[in-house]
Every structure is written in C-alpha cells, then in structure tokens.
C-alpha cells in the first residue's frame, strides 16, 4: 500500500545516529543520503522491499512531528522489540505509554514498545503474536 513514509528532522546527523542504531535492530543498513536541488538533505533507509525517509523540511521552516501520528516497524520476535526500545533509549529517545510488552485485543496478541525519536515523532515496534 505504501511506496515510503517520510518525516522531518531539524538535525539530520543526529536522526542519522538515531536511526542508524534503532533500525540497525531490524537489519537495515546505511541510509543513501541525498541532496535535493534546495541544498537539504534527505536519508533513505531501504529493508525488505520498505523505504524509511528522513528530510530536513524542504521550506527551511522547523520539522514538527504528527500530533496523533505513530510510525510502525514490523519486528519479528518479542526479543525484538524489547531491543528496539532499549537502543532507542540509548540513542536519544524516549519511552513512552506503557511499558514494552504483551497487550492483548481486538487485534489480537501483540508485542508492542513506544518511544519518540529525538524530533518528536512517535515510533511503534511491533511482533504480532502468530
């Protein structure tokens, strides 16, 4: 359904660091980083068939992050997730909501952990329980 999803940044070398380390725990690589035509720049972030984007906001006004917005990765064990979280936590981020864990609805058993990267934006790890 998605091509990509891209979010803003006001400091692009420190969402690198950021991201380098947490989507390193899913096995994504280096970024390719990119010089728009304006002189900002913009990181891409490749991994099983998804695209991840960073940009410094191409108006030259201040990145904000999406009120009511969350950003989902796709983790695959429990394990995963917990270590999503705690290298989040190490690069910048913040917990927030509940403790990483089991949570258990309408969408079924779910491992779930979220932070907020250092812009602001909200980040979800996810392992759907088989």
Known sequence: ?????????????????????????LGAGEPYRNQGPSGHTRL??????????????????AATCANGG???????????????????LAHGGTSIE???????????ALHLAYVRDPDGNKLCALYRVK
């Open 1 to 25: 359904m998605f091509s990509h999803v891209m979010i803003g940044s006001n400091d692009i070398e420190r969402s690198k660091r950021f991201y380098d380390a947490v989507l390193g725990t």
């Open 44 to 61: 891409f972030y490749r991994h099983e068939g998804s695209s991840f984007g960073i940009t410094e906001p191409i108006n030259g006004e």
């Open 70 to 88: 969350t950003i989902g990765f796709k983790c695959s064990s429990p394990e995963q997730v917990q270590q999503f979280h705690d290298v989040a």
């Open 98 to 108: 509940d403790a990483p864990g089991l949570r258990e609805g309408a969408m079924g």
